[in-house]
Each structure stands twice: as structure tokens, then as C-alpha cells.
């Protein structure tokens, strides 16, 4: 049976007034990193929550099977505001799309803590899982423990079992598909990229591909970059999309619609002003 979901990346409350009364040759910095910034007159969350808000009244017009949220939740994971806030509008989801949560630097932070990610666990859950529908099986890891595991001892090796016994279990099961979320996307354009600020590092980047081909998992979807970014190894597909908060490129806030068939996966993104009435399968 197709069906489809909605992926959200980066919703990251507070981020448009972060950029209030920043340093031009701060900014100037980010744009040579390939990151456009630009000085905001924001002081709220306005921004954050007007494009929230209309993202959330398109899913429960598309009626998705449901929506997940890849990383960076909010810009500082101390701020019980942002975290009341971005959760307070997920109330208006409507009761039958359930919203699944991904951890994002900005929400556990790099290296993550015991500490920083039981703060998490309590608001949004799990931050590594598995869930299953109509067929195909979806993963959820922390990526942030990936980048930077010195300050969470066990956690690392603690996401590869996890994988290992995750995915042999469902691959023994017959499902017609396996996908991975994640907050920083494995590689930007090849495996063997240099580690940067943008992928997970090629030490622990190259044992998650691992398993990943092992298993058959086809796509790994991410966020993190603030716009969209496509790469492959072999028959795994790496997607980074566009933020739904702040755009650091030429992609404008929106997300992307997957659709997902017993013989493939297909999948678009869509800004804000371009989201389509339906979705057709």
C-alpha cells in the first residue's frame, strides 16, 4: 500500500532574533562558508511561528501519514520558552498525524550530555527509535552523539547496537523499505568527504554507512544545513533538506513530501507559498 510523510527539518525557535545586531564581518564569515545570514530586526519568535503555523496547516490538509521533524527543534536548548512554544503549536496537528521528533545539536547540544539528553528524552522522547508503517521501517538516531561522543560515555557504542539489532530485525521481516533520520547529514556529497561542520565525521561516518548498506537501508533523510543537499553511495540516497525556519541558502522555508510505493521512494520539496493543495500517489 503507498502512502506518504511529510519531513520537516530545523524549526529552530529563536534562531531569526539570534542574527539581531550581529557583527557584518560575522556575517560576512558565514556567507564565505557558504551560509547566507543576514541581520534581522526580529526580537521574538514571530518569523518561527508564522511559517510553523502554516507548515502544520498544510500537513493536516495533506493528511500525511505522518510528519517528522529532523533536528534543531529550537536555537538554545535551555530556553523553556522556545520549547513551550514549538510544542504548544504542534497541538494543532490534527489527533490521527502523529509528529515524530529527531535531536538536533541545538537540542542536545555538541558533545551531547547524560544531562543534555535526558532534558531531551523528557520533552520529546526517545532520541534513538524505530517505528513501523504500512511496510516500511524508519529509524531515528542521534546524530549529535555521532559528531561528538567525548562527553557521553556508552552512547556511541550504545546507537551501533542499537542499529545492528534494529535493522537485522527488521530486514529479517520483509519490509519493502528501511530509512534513516538523522539531524546532520552523513556526507554532503561523497563518503569520503573531509569532516566538516556540516556531515557527521568520517571515523563513525563510515561505520553507520556500514550497517546501513548491510540492512538495505535506500535513504537517510537529515536537516542541519538549512537547505537541501543530495547525495548517493551505491544504492544509499542522502537527503538534507531545506530549514522550515531560517533558509541559509536559496531553498525558502518549506518541507518535503515523500512518497513511499512498495517498489520505490519518491520525494520533493516544497517551499511555504508552493505546497499543493493534495497529494496524489
Same mark, same amino acid.
Given at each position: ?6 519531513? %520537516? ?15 557584518? @564581518? @560575522?556575517?560576512?564569515? #558565514? #556567507? ?11 526580537? !521574538?519568535? =514571530? ?22 521533524? $529532523?533536528?534543531?527543534? &529550537?536555537?538554545?536548548?535551555? !530556553? ?6 514549538? %510544542?504548544? %503549536? ?18 542536545? *547540544? ?5 544531562? =543534555?539528553?535526558?532534558? /531531551?528524552?523528557?520533552?520529546? *522522547?526517545? !532520541?534513538? /527509535? =524505530?517505528?513501523?508503517?504500512?511496510? +516500511?521501517?524508519? &529509524? &531515528? ?8 561522543? +567525548?562527553?557521553?560515555?556508552?552512547? #556511541? ?7 545492528? $539489532? ?6 529479517? +521481516? ?50 542541519? #544545513?538549512?537547505?537541501?543537499? /543530495? ?9 538534507? +533538506?531545506?530549514?522550515? *525556519? ?25 517551499? %511555504? ?9
Amino acid at each position: 500500500m503507498s502512502f506518504f510523510f511529510v519531513q %520537516l527539518a530545523d524549526t529552530q525557535f529563536g534562531l531569526f532574533k539570534s542574527f539581531n545586531g550581529r557583527d557584518p @564581518e @560575522e556575517l560576512q564569515r #558565514w #556567507w564565505r562558508k557558504g551560509l547566507r545570514i543576514y541581520p534581522t530586526d526580529v526580537t !521574538d519568535m =514571530s518569523e518561527e511561528t508564522d511559517h510553523y503555523t502554516r507548515a502544520l496547516e498544510a500537513i493536516n490538509r495533506l493528511r500525511p501519514a505522518f510528519a517528522i521533524t $529532523c533536528g534543531d527543534l &529550537v536555537q538554545d536548548k535551555t !530556553d523553556v520558552e522556545q520549547h513551550d512554544l514549538l %510544542l504548544k %503549536l504542534t497541538e494543532m496537528l490534527d489527533d490521527d498525524i502523529p509528529m515524530r521528533w529527531v535531536s538536533g545539536n541545538h537540542d542536545v *547540544g555538541v558533545p551531547p550530555t547524560p544531562e =543534555s539528553i535526558a532534558a /531531551y528524552q523528557v520533552r520529546y *522522547g526517545p !532520541d534513538n /527509535y =524505530s517505528f513501523d508503517h504500512e511496510g +516500511s521501517h524508519f &529509524v &531515528v538516531i542521534n546524530s549529535s552523539v555521532a559528531v561528538d561522543p +567525548s562527553s557521553a560515555p556508552g552512547e #556511541w557504542e550504545g546507537i551501533v547496537k542499537f542499529l545492528e $539489532c534494529d535493522l537485522a530485525k527488521a530486514r529479517e +521481516s520483509g519490509v519493502d523499505h528501511i530509512m534513516l533520520f538523522t539531524h546532520h547529514p552523513l556526507f554532503i556529497a561523497f563518503l569520503d568527504e573531509a569532516d566538516h561542520m556540516l556531515n557527521v565525521p568520517r571515523v563513525r561516518r563510515e561505520k553507520i554507512v556500514e550497517l546501513l548498506m548491510e540492512y538495505g537501508v535506500t535513504y537517510a533523510f537529515a536537516g542541519h #544545513w538549512h537547505k537541501n543537499a /543530495y547525495a548517493e553511495y551505491g544504492p544509499l540516497n542522502v537527503v538534507a +533538506s531545506g530549514a522550515i *525556519g531560517y533558509p541559509l541558502g536559496i531553498d525558502p522555508a518549506g518541507f518535503r513530501i515523500v512518497k513511499v510505493h512498495a517498489d520505490r521512494v519518491e520525494h520533493e520539496y516544497f517551499g %511555504l507559498d508552493e505546497i499543493p493543495e493534495s497529494v496524489t500517489l
